[in-house]
């Protein structure tokens, strides 16, 4: 996701995004009330793609912020860990039915992170940085 487009680093082609998604698919994130996600579903391709361009475009606008990517398997399932230096930011969960992505499951509550985090060798994400990124998005952290 990352590399996408829409202001997130590398670019990206979101049509070419909307027809890897099934028709009926749905989003769901869980920012622990910290970190700027939607709050409810999303269903649809052009929504789903459109809120995963918005949401890590709005990290490319940070200054000097550069994210990476890494397929991986989380629960069983293919998905990604999407970083930010030593940090894990979020990791995403996708559901594939019938060769499409039929659900995109993404954790970015820091406390939910923790763990993974380690078992990447790998840092949560600091109350520190946390509120300099969610600064960057006008957001007034709870940390």
Not at 14 to 27: C, G, K, N, P, Q
């Amino acid at each position: 996701m990352a590399g996408a487009g829409g202001g997130v680093p590398g670019g990206g082609d979101r049509s070419r995004l909307e027809r890897l998604l099934a028709e009926d698919v749905t989003a769901w994130a869980d920012g622990g009330g910290r970190i700027p996600v939607a709050r409810r579903p999303i269903i649809g391709p052009a929504k789903v793609a459109r809120y995963l361009f918005a949401w890590l475009g709005r990290l490319g606008e940070v200054r000097d912020v550069v994210l990476e990517t890494t397929p991986v398997e989380l629960n069983g399932q293919p998905g990604l860990v999407i970083t930010y230096g030593e940090y894990v930011v979020a990791a995403t969960v996708l559901e594939l039915v019938g060769g499409r992505v039929a659900g995109v499951r993404t954790i970015a509550h820091p406390e939910k992170l923790a763990y993974l985090a380690r078992q990447l060798s790998r840092r949560p994400i600091e109350a520190e940085l946390l509120a300099t990124l969610l600064s960057a998005w006008r957001i007034r952290p709870t940390v």
